[in-house]
């Protein structure tokens, strides 16, 4: 293949980075090229090594991969994380997200700009960037470090301060970001009637003997001794759906993927959690990655993939961590591999894909492309991905979450688990409380608690303010007001009310909260990580940002603006080729609708 390559050389630095991913170089100076999936992983080499990515860096990585430049240009360019343009080594990311914004994020900027000076300029070899929820909400504010280096290091702050933040940025990160009480994550840790979070902050994450003194992997020898069909029937009698927010039947998926006659078949798990508000599978990750890994490994038995992908979004160093040390020990032990826990013919492998700051590589055929080596846009539908997915073959994809149900359903049975929730939404869920309550965190209960009484665990809205409106599954969901407190948390309860669980998010605002800067806030975040692919998403974000600016400023005709809003939201909503285009009016629509914002064309407030 004639690459046209561009006439510019690699630092050492850059090309012993790439080299150090992809192996040495052949004898004649190439050798033969590693395969296109190998991109993300290299660019994340070379801007973890050096902080950005030179022309000639990504020459280097065309050269080894045998890939156009301009395809190549037009992946790196596509991540928030990857840097084109010089930038100096150190990079201080503070989120300014609804949770954080609500924490005080706008201090910590403030006081960043006083001791630096203005955001994404390079001062004295350290910059500072406004980030989207960086997945921390239940400490908020948050800020991220990330140190270019060999080796790289990362470290996260939250709480943040202004002075706290500063101090961060003038000094190297450490090895290890300081590990907070369990219980500022996890506010129930240590209650005997939690089941998915049991072992959180009971177990030591990093050790694997630990996790199977607490019952781990008994699922997974369960699973040998039923055999695939019947693990896919357990999950079947459980009921369970999935957590992500489309709810699909888990154990219909994994049977339309075993049964599938190409081969082979592949397992993505969907840890790339960029939903502003929500960060229960971070905590699950980090307090408890060996049952992900054998989650994933019951998955790959039951469903006949010999490899599995975890991708996990940049933002998650310490997750990142803990993740790989989990498949290291499992890899060592025989939990992963040839022939695990010495039955031949298993063969097994989980293989960690770090995102880089892109929130569509959340929809799960994304996630293929983005492991492929091409842009994260989604792909149209059908074909599912059960039949035609990652590498144009049969493909599981589930979330942490919903992984990690299937654990306790082998070991307690699918009828067992079915008792708890409601009819049509089994199991217990995880919310992830944030914003103004008094103990923000994980929480988990069963499905069809109400909203009140879930509020109530986390000690409801703080400093004695009154309740103005709580966001239900994030970005992409919606709000509700002080009347719908007694609004059971269930799949079937919410659709009736015409709203959705999503993905855990329960965002509380007390009567402080400014509505229409909030909206404001989710539309400029629509707006940004719009992948562009179609036109009903790439126009229509836009134009309901600037809708938006108009009404909040007291521009324009305001009548003329809400018809605007609600007609550009019917189109996005109706032809956008993904979720995030058709949910990027749901919760401006909830609060226009329901909650009175801009009542009258102007501001409720």
């Known amino acids: 293949m004639d690459l046209k390559l561009l006439n510019a050389a690699p630092t050492d630095a850059e090309r012993a980075a790439v080299d150090a991913l992809l192996g040495p170089p052949g004898g004649n100076g190439h050798g033969p090229p590693a395969g296109r999936d190998q991109l993300l992983p290299a660019l994340h080499a070379v801007n973890d090594r050096v902080g950005w990515i030179s022309t000639g860096a990504l020459n280097h990585i065309c050269e080894r991969l045998a890939i156009p430049p301009a395809d190549a240009y037009g992946v790196a360019s596509f991540y928030a994380l990857f840097a084109l343009g010089p930038r100096p080594p150190r990079v201080v990311h503070v989120c300014d997200d609804l949770a954080c914004k609500a924490g005080g994020s706008a201090q910590v900027c403030a006081a960043l700009e006083a001791s630096l000076g203005a955001a994404g300029k390079d001062h004295d070899g350290v910059m500072w960037l406004r980030s989207p929820c960086l997945g921390v909400c239940e400490r908020a504010p948050a800020a991220l470090t990330l140190q270019a280096g060999d080796p790289a290091r990362a470290q996260l702050v939250a709480p943040a301060t202004g002075e706290s933040t500063v ?305 239900l599954g994030g970005a992409a969901g919606g709000f509700v007001g002080p009347d719908r407190l007694d609004l059971p948390l269930s799949l079937e309860a919410v659709r009736e009310a015409g709203t959705t669980l999503g993905s855990g998010v329960v965002l509380v605002f007390d009567d402080t909260a400014d509505l229409p800067a909030l909206l404001l806030r989710i539309a400029a975040f629509f707006r940004d990580e719009s992948c562009g692919q179609c036109v009903p998403c790439r126009v229509g974000t836009v134009r309901q940002e600037e809708a938006l600016q108009r009404l909040a400023r007291g521009r324009g005709d305001g009548a003329d603006d809400l018809a605007l809003l609600r007609e550009v939201g019917q189109v996005m909503r109706d032809s956008s080729i993904c979720g995030l285009g058709q949910t990027a009016w749901n919760a401006v629509e909830s609060a226009v609708e329901q909650l009175g914002a801009f009542a009258a064309g102007g501001s409720h407030e």
């Open 167 to 471: 101090e961060l940025a003038g000094t190297a990160p450490a090895d290890g970001d300081r590990e907070p009480p369990v219980r500022d994550s996890v506010p129930q840790a240590g209650d005997p009637k939690l089941r998915l979070l049991r072992r959180i902050g009971v177990v030591d994450p990093e050790s694997l003997d630990d996790y199977r003194a607490h019952g781990g992997y008994a699922a997974l020898r369960r699973a040998l001794d039923i055999g695939s069909a019947e693990v896919i029937r357990q999950l079947t009698e459980a009921r369970l759906t999935g957590r992500g927010g489309a709810a699909f039947p888990t154990g219909r998926k994994w049977e339309a993927a075993a049964g599938q006659p190409a081969r082979p078949h592949y397992l993505v798990c969907n840890a790339d959690e960029s939903e502003p508000g929500t960060f229960k599978d971070r905590v699950v990750m980090e307090g408890d990655p060996f049952a992900v890994i054998e989650a994933m490994t019951i998955a790959g038995f039951a469903t006949g993939c010999a490899r599995g992908y975890l991708y996990i979004r940049g933002e998650y160093p310490r997750a990142t961590r803990r993740l790989r040390n989990a498949i290291a020990q499992a890899r060592e032990r025989g939990l992963l591999g040839r022939g695990i826990l010495g039955r031949d013919g298993f063969d097994f492998d989980i293989e960690l894909r770090r995102g880089a700051g892109a929130y569509i590589c959340g929809e799960e055929t994304a996630i293929f492309n983005s492991i492929e080596g091409y842009r994260g846009e989604p792909r149209s539908k059908p074909p599912f991905p059960v039949e035609r997915g990652l590498f144009g073959k049969p493909t599981v994809v589930n979330n942490v979450e919903t992984l990690i149900n299937v654990p306790l359903i082998l070991t307690g049975g699918g009828a067992e688990y079915a008792r708890t929730g409601t009819e049509q939404s089994t199991g217990t869920r995880l919310f992830c409380l944030s914003g103004s309550v008094r103990r923000p965190g994980v929480y988990e209960v069963a499905f069809g608690t109400t909203l009140r009484e879930l509020l109530d665990l986390a000690g409801g809205v703080r400093d004695g303010r009154r309740l103005r409106a709580v966001l």
